[in-house]
């Protein structure tokens, strides 16, 4: 097998980056096809932390390809940041090592401005984006009027198309949103200078990804967000402006069906939502709290409160079928230690009716009431636990159980974030 999708399959921070370094040790090639600065995925090496936004989170081990596809909109002023802070600690310094997709979007001032003063006039409806500009950036693409990374590298076109872009959005700006009109020349300069250092990784990566894909090289196709914040099946409109789903791959990395050989789904031991929107097995009390505490519960890019609560199996079952999930990670279980007992949503009843899957509006989902199964829990610690057999009964008990429930095999268990907290059941994924 020489292509591996990695797909979150709940509302994100599900422990993607951590996934994708461990198994970024087997691979050519990492590549990110959807989502934007969004996206935080964190990875710790040797007790220390690295958090990526826009590059692979492949990008701690030596020579391997990174690849922003063109699925990505990309923010340049992030994506340098990133990468100064990467090439000071000596990687990524050959261009050759990270390739931007020329047909990427470009993430333009005038998108996040629009997305934060959207989200300030909502007011309590606020759909609690991340405010980094994403929704815009995918709509300004659909509306054909997106800046690709092709069109920023050619001076004249850049200019034509920026000089229109802002003149409407400084109408919207100004009129609509009631928000200070932006500044072309600004803008235009500070952007020759993004350019001018991006401008040797930007390639055409589809058919560089197909052409090491047919030579057998293994690529890692690394999800932003999760499947319940994809913008067609998720928890609409409380969901993210992309497909975060593993089909989302051909489209945004340029690859074609037959090259995805394999999905692995990441999902923690319980469940996480930052921003608003439905969630049904959310926990207010001190569970809640306990689950914040010991997971360190706080958004990677915003640094907000994440609400918690138990793992749902319903789900995890719809996000199985739509991603065609063929592997499990289960993240996290450690921070489950300590309570007397842990529960999992089996099933959602409404009016009564019962739910095996995510209904598709968020007013049912509001309003469902989720059937739980309790199990025992545990109370001793599991982060320097390296195998099935030495977990304590009970969390083994746990782990078995969402395997059944879920229906596909578990072949990785996380105890801790560190790249060696991690028990492999099954040896090798590609
Ligand atoms: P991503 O967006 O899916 O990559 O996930 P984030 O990095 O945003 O959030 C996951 C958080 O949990 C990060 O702080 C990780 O370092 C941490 N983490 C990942 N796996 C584990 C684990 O098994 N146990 C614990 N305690 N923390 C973990
Ligand atoms: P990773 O890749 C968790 C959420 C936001 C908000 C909604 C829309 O780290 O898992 P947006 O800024 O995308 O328009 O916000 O989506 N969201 C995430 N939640 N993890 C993420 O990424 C997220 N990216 C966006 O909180 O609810
Ligand atoms: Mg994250």
């Known amino acids: 097998m020489s292509t591996l999708v990695v797909v979150g399959i709940q509302w994100g921070d599900e422990g993607k980056g951590k996934v994708v370094d461990l198994l970024a040790r087997e691979a050519d090639i990492i590549a990110r096809f959807q989502g934007g600065s969004n996206a935080g995925h964190t990875l710790v090496v040797g007790g220390k932390k690295t958090i990526v936004r826009l590059i692979p989170s492949g990008v701690l081990h030596d020579d391997k390809v990174c690849v922003i596809g063109n699925g990505v909109v990309v923010d340049p002023q992030v994506l340098i940041e990133e990468l100064d802070t990467l090439q000071q600690q000596g990687r990524l310094l050959d261009p050759a090592l990270l390739k931007i997709s020329e047909t990427a979007h470009v993430i333009m001032p005038y998108h996040q401005a629009i997305d934060v003063a959207r989200e300030r006039l909502r007011g309590e409806g606020r759909l609690g984006t991340t405010g980094r500009g994403i929704g815009p950036a995918y709509e300004d693409k659909m509306a054909r009027v997106g800046i690709r990374f092709v069109d920023f590298l050619d001076d004249q076109v850049f200019q034509e198309q920026l000089s229109r872009n802002l003149q409407e959005k400084n109408l919207y700006l100004g009129e609509i949103l009631k928000e200070q009109a932006l500044d072309y020349t600004q803008i235009f300069d500070s952007y020759r200078r993004f350019r001018d250092r991006l401008a040797p990784h930007v390639t055409n990566a589809s058919r560089y990804l197909h052409q090491e894909i047919v030579k057998g090289r293994k690529v890692l196709f690394e999800g932003a967000q999760g499947t319940m914040l994809d913008v067609d099946h998720g928890t609409y409109p409380y969901v993210t402006s992309s497909n975060t789903v593993s089909g989302a791959v051909c ?42 505490r010991d997971g360190g519960e706080f958004g990677t890019v915003t640094g907000r409160p994440r609400r918690c609560g138990w793992l749902d199996a319903v789900v995890a079952r719809t996000a199985v079928r739509l991603n065609g999930v063929t592997s499990l990670a289960l993240t996290k279980i450690d921070v489950l230690s300590g309570l007397p007992t842990v529960r999992i949503c089996t099933g959602y009843a409404y009016q009564g009716q019962q739910y095996d899957e995510v209904p598709a509006s968020v007013h049912v989902i509001d309003r469902i009431t989720p059937v739980y199964e309790d199990l025992p829990g545990w109370s001793e610690p599991l982060s320097d636990i390296r195998s099935l057999d030495a977990l304590p009964l009970n969390a083994r008990r746990y782990v078995e159980r969402v395997e059944q429930l879920v229906n596909v095999p578990i072949k990785m268990v996380s105890v801790g974030a560190g790249r060696e907290e991690t028990i492999l059941i099954r040896p090798t994924f590609f």
Request: proline share 10%; charged share 15%; hydrophobic share 30%.
């Open 251 to 292: 489209s945004g990395a340029g690859i074609a069906p037959q090259h995805i050989h394999g999905v692995i789904g990441i999902s923690k031991a319980y469940t996480t939502r930052v921003g608003s929107g439905p969630f049904p097995t959310e926990l207010f009390g001190p569970e809640g709290e306990k689950l914040r």
